[in-house]
């Protein structure tokens, strides 16, 4: 890289000695101008007609040769040459370009995700140290350190590199399965998920964070009794997110209702939007406009928009959660 970026500079101070070739080349005299010759020609012959003229005719004549003669000196004073460009001042302009750009390259060209600004500069080097040092050791511990490091910064592909990594060493480390099975369930693939997670719940009960994702993952599945008591098992780890409570009741009134279109609403849709569509982390969709439009509905739902993915559902539920969605 370093290599590529020193041939980019050389390149580019040959393409400015290039353009800037003429201004060191030597100037090329332009040909006397016919204009002082025409000028002493007229003058005499002004003069000669002046002698002959008499009253106003030669005053008149001998004005117009003091104008001629007046013209005639200014051309004599030829023009300033241009000022050469001095060499020294051209090196000094073209070391600064090349520090200017230096300086631009080295403190805001992004070199990994999310690296934009200098404290994620500074982020991105963590990184690379700890996946040097990783790949150097081969070990277990220093690869579930970089996957650590990557999961805070959201590097979520670095983190399941990582932690990919930790699983082929170490099977049964817990915090790299219950990692995993969340970036599974973050890509949509909740299924593969499902499994993870529940070993790496039996395995560390205390860890809040598998709970509330299993719980997530039997929800979505039409499990809600199972998702409540994975949900209550969060609380009991010591979780504090704000929303399992709504999530509990929702999954409860889920058990309770008779409605078809609501019962795929509150396993689908209720942990983004809300148990009644009055929004969550996604946005209501009581009164939603885009809500009462089928096509919009199925669009968004097989196909996910912005942040949400794409939801799994049969034919038969997305119709009966369409005409539920029409009825808010």
């Given at each position: 890289?370093?290599?590529?970026?020193?041939?980019f500079?050389?390149?580019?101070?040959?393409?400015?000695?290039?353009?800037?070739?003429?201004?060191f080349?030597?100037?090329?005299?332009?040909?006397?101008?016919?204009?002082?010759?025409?000028?002493?020609?007229?003058?005499?012959?002004?003069?000669?007609?002046?002698?002959?003229?008499?009253?106003?005719e030669?005053?008149?004549?001998?004005?117009?040769?003091?104008?001629?003669?007046?013209?005639?000196?200014?051309l004599?004073?030829?023009?300033?040459?241009?000022?050469?460009?001095?060499?020294a001042?051209?090196?000094?302009?073209?070391?600064?370009?090349?520090?200017?750009?230096?300086?631009?390259?080295?403190?805001?060209?992004p070199?990994?995700?999310?690296e934009?600004?200098?404290?994620?500069?500074?982020?991105?080097?963590?990184?690379?140290d700890?996946?040097?040092?990783?790949?150097?050791?081969?070990?277990?511990?220093?690869?579930?350190?970089?996957?650590?490091?990557?999961?805070?910064v959201?590097?979520?592909?670095?983190?399941?590199?990582g932690?990919?990594?930790?699983?082929?060493?170490?099977?049964?480390?817990?915090?790299a399965?219950?990692?995993?099975?969340?970036l599974?369930?973050?890509?949509?693939?909740?299924?593969?998920?499902?499994?993870?997670?529940?070993?790496?719940?039996?395995?560390?009960?205390?860890?809040?964070?598998?709970?509330?994702?299993?719980?997530?993952?039997?929800?979505?599945?039409g499990?809600?009794?199972?998702?409540?008591?994975?949900?209550?098992?969060?609380?009991?780890?010591?979780g504090?997110?704000?929303?399992?409570?709504?999530?509990?009741q929702?999954?409860?009134?889920?058990?309770?209702?008779a409605?078809?279109?609501?019962?795929?609403?509150?396993?689908?849709?209720?942990?983004?939007?809300g148990?009644?569509?009055?929004?969550?982390?996604?946005?209501?969709?009581?009164?939603?406009?885009?809500?009462?439009v089928?096509?919009?509905?199925?669009?968004?739902?097989?196909?996910?928009?912005?942040?949400?993915?794409?939801?799994?559902?049969?034919?038969?539920?997305?119709?009966?959660?369409?005409a539920?969605?029409?009825?808010?």
């Amino acid at each position: 890289m370093i290599i590529a970026y020193l041939a980019f500079a050389l390149l580019l101070v040959l393409a400015l000695a290039y353009v800037l070739r003429p201004l060191f080349s030597p100037s090329q005299p332009f040909p006397e101008s016919p204009r002082p010759q025409e000028l002493r020609s007229e003058l005499e012959l002004l003069k000669s007609q002046a002698r002959e003229a008499e009253g106003e005719e030669r005053r008149r004549l001998l004005a117009q040769a003091v104008r001629l003669e007046r013209e005639l000196a200014d051309l004599g004073h030829p023009a300033p040459a241009p000022r050469k460009l001095s060499p020294a001042a051209l090196a000094v302009v073209t070391v600064s370009l090349l520090v200017v750009g230096a300086g631009l390259w080295r403190f805001t060209v992004p070199r990994l995700p999310g690296e934009t600004i200098i404290t994620s500069r500074a982020e991105a080097a963590r990184l690379r140290d700890l996946e040097s040092r990783a790949r150097a050791s081969n070990q277990a511990q220093d690869w579930l350190a970089y996957a650590n490091a990557a999961w805070e910064v959201q590097d979520f592909e670095r983190a399941s590199q990582g932690y990919l990594e930790v699983a082929k060493l170490e099977p049964r480390n817990v915090v790299a399965l219950r990692r995993l099975g969340m970036l599974l369930f973050f890509a949509g693939r909740s299924e593969q998920a499902l499994p993870v997670l529940e070993v790496a719940t039996r395995a560390d009960p205390s860890e809040p964070e598998g709970w509330l994702f299993l719980g997530n993952i039997y929800f979505q599945m039409g499990r809600a009794e199972d998702a409540v008591r994975a949900w209550e098992s969060y609380k009991a780890a010591g979780g504090e997110s704000a929303q399992v409570d709504n999530l509990i009741q929702t999954a409860r009134q889920q058990l309770q209702t008779a409605s078809p279109g609501q019962r795929v609403y509150l396993q689908k849709c209720a942990a983004c939007h809300g148990a009644q569509a009055q929004g969550g982390s996604g946005p209501a969709l009581k009164g939603n406009p885009a809500s009462k439009v089928p096509e919009a509905v199925r669009e968004i739902v097989t196909r996910g928009r912005g942040s949400m993915p794409a939801v799994p559902m049969g034919a038969q539920e997305l119709e009966e959660l369409i005409a539920y969605l029409k009825s808010l």
